[in-house]
């Protein structure tokens, strides 16, 4: 069975403070995706990371997928009260299983001004 | 870009009766649906899995007779929560992904927006 673990689960920093998110896995997954969600919406996807190594940055974020591509992070930089929500990772399982994703617990960021 | 749209977004209902909810894929053809349930704050509970025309494959400890799931087109899949209960109420979301080789567009999978069901 394939998890992810996630931390950590809960989060409460002031703006302009840097926080780093992490998921670790045993399993190896083709590809790992994060997610930051809204209260009542849907996810909605930041960033796939794929190759071993990777590392993607989207504005104040960075995301990095691990060597093995068992772990993945997510570090923010100078977090901003619009940053507040919940942030998912997932892992894309393996193939011939409808490529479900394996998720993390996610990570309930507050940012206070 | 591709998009889910869920419906109702939120749906209150008496105990004891069922409610559907509905996911559409706009612009492109959902060959699989995911649906999930979610608490607050908390993560995604993967429900079942289900393919267009096929039967939907349940996660363990999920009551299929209960949770009726549809996939009946490549554009439509609906979740029915039959004979609802208090402990029913939660945050619903689908997730669709369309078929084809597994590719760098494919890595993506669309969310609904969620709906809020909450029985009284």
């Known amino acids: 069975t394939q998890l992810l673990e996630q931390s950590p689960q809960f989060l409460s920093i002031q703006e302009g403070e840097n926080l780093t998110v992490y998921c670790n896995s045993s399993s190896v997954f083709s590809s790992l995706q994060w997610y930051r969600q809204e209260p009542g919406e849907g996810p909605v ?21 691990g060597d093995a591509r068992k772990d993945s992070s997510l570090h923010i930089t100078a977090a901003q009260p619009g940053d507040t929500g919940l942030y998912l990772c997932a892992g894309a399982g393996n193939a011939g299983n409808n490529r479900k994703l394996i998720w993390g617990l996610g990570t309930s960021l507050a940012v206070n001004p | 870009g591709a998009v889910v749209s869920q419906h109702p977004s939120r749906v209150i209902c008496k105990s004891g009766t069922s409610v559907k909810i509905e996911c559409r894929s706009l612009d492109f053809q959902a060959t699989t649906m995911f ?13 079942a899995t289900s393919n267009e025309g096929s039967k939907a494959t349940y996660e363990q400890g999920v009551e299929k007779d209960k949770f009726l799931i ?4 490549l554009t439509l899949s609906t979740l029915t929560v039959t004979s609802a209960h208090p402990e029913d109420s939660s945050f619903y979301i689908c997730s669709a992904r369309s078929g084809g080789v597994w590719g760098p567009l494919n890595y993506g999978y669309t969310f609904g927006s969620g709906t809020r069901l909450t029985v009284v």
Do not use: D, I
């Open chain 2, 35 to 47: 649906w999930y349930r979610q608490f607050p704050k908390q993560s995604l509970m993967l429900m």
């Open chain 2, 70 to 73: 549809n996939h009946a087109s």
């Open chain 1, 45 to 65: 996807l930041l960033v796939t990371v794929v190759t071993g190594g990777e590392v993607k940055k989207l504005k104040r974020l960075t995301f990095q997928f």
